[in-house]
């Protein structure tokens, strides 16, 4: 297994983030505005996409911040896809903060590209200082398989 190959795909997956940054264009089965709180809830058959990105999910929850609004934050939960490229990321629950560039993939975390993967438990990103971290809980292993193309 060679670390380079390893960080290629937390590079990629790094990417993948950054597309937040043009417009998101959202469906869903069912909307639910809350003006007061500035949140929108997507429901059922969610899917998010833009011309870098695809999400999919059965909620999508968008926060709003109070003065510019920007989206502060975006949860995705129960069955997470994101697929960009040749990358496909899925877990039970995403959350993303635009503004300080990080996501966090929680439950059944599985990053596949070409034939490498990573499974674990949580996947954290810190995209503007370009780490991650990735843990199993204490009966699971973090698992990857790299090949080197």
């Known amino acids: 297994m060679s670390?380079?190959?390893f960080y290629i795909i937390i590079i990629n997956l790094l990417l993948i983030i950054n597309s937040y940054s043009n417009e998101l264009k959202v469906t869903s089965e069912n909307l639910e505005v809350d003006r007061e709180n500035?949140?929108?809830?997507?429901?059922?058959?969610?899917?998010?996409y833009n011309e870098d990105i695809k999400i999919w999910s059965d909620k999508l929850i968008v926060k709003f911040d109070n003065e510019e609004n920007e989206i502060e934050e975006l949860n995705a939960e129960n069955s997470v896809k994101i697929i960009k490229e040749e990358i496909t990321a899925t877990?039970?629950?995403?959350?993303?903060?635009?503004k300080s560039e990080k996501l966090n993939l929680l439950g059944n975390v599985e990053v596949i590209e070409k034939n490498n993967y990573v499974k674990c438990d949580e996947l954290y990103l810190d995209i503007k200082n370009s780490t991650s971290i990735m843990r199993s809980n204490s009966s699971k292993?973090?698992?990857?398989?790299?090949i080197n193309n």
């Open 38 to 48: 500035r949140i929108s809830v997507f429901l059922g058959d969610v899917y998010a």
């Open 91 to 98: 877990g039970d629950i995403g959350v993303y903060y635009p």
């Open 141 to 146: 292993r973090v698992e990857a398989y790299i």
């Open 3 to 5: 670390k380079k190959s």
